[in-house]
Every structure is written in structure tokens, then in C-alpha cells.
């Protein structure tokens, strides 16, 4: 979905896959990573005025991250609310001392 924002430029809202779970073996989470990945550069290829940027390029210009990068940031952030508490979960059964 897409709309014409300020300068004339198309804004995309991209909608944010749900999370792979964890029980999938690697290989399996692997190809899915790969083929969303793949449509999202198919998406980015309509957005009027971009789609003659490389891929990585693209995605600086609508403000987006690539999906791996993005999965590991929700890790980091993750592992940060564990270990400073945020959440009410024992952090002794995710790190070992």
C-alpha cells in the first residue's frame, strides 16, 4: 500500500511479516526469509521514481531496513528488555553466567 507523500514521492507502508517461529528448522526459515525478501525488491521496483536504484539503495529511500537486518535488531532489543528486566521473565533461563 502505498500513498504520494510531500515532494511528490510515494511513500510505502510495509507491512511487517509475522515472526518466523523458532520450532522451524533453520533451512525452512532460511528459503521464507529469502523469498519475502524477494518480494519486498519486487515491491520497491513499483514505487514511482525509485525503480531504477539498486535494491539497497531503494529501501535507504523509503526508509526501510533489509529483513535480516531488521530480525536483528528485534533480537537486540529483545535480549536488552530481558536482561534489564523490562519483562517479568527469569532472565537465568535465557543466559547462563
Do not use: W
Not at 22 to 27: C, D, G, K, Q, S
Not at 32 to 57: C, F, N, S
Not at 76 to 90: A, K, M
Amino acid at each position: 500500500m502505498y500513498f504520494m507523500g510531500a515532494a511528490g514521492r510515494h511513500i510505502v507502508f510495509g507491512v511487517a511479516p509475522p515472526p518466523v517461529p523458532v520450532e522451524l528448522p533453520l533451512h525452512i526459515r532460511q528459503k521464507d526469509i529469502k523469498l519475502l525478501e524477494r518480494v519486498r525488491q519486487r515491491a520497491t521496483k513499483v514505487v514511482h521514481g525509485i525503480a531504477d536504484l539498486k535494491y539497497r539503495d531503494q529501501l535507504k529511500c523509503l526508509g526501510l531496513a533489509r529483513l535480516e537486518n531488521r530480525r536483528l535488531r528485534s533480537d537486540i532489543n529483545e535480549t536488552y528488555n530481558i536482561v534489564n528486566g523490562n519483562y517479568s521473565i527469569d532472565r537465568d533461563l535465557f543466559f547462563s553466567h
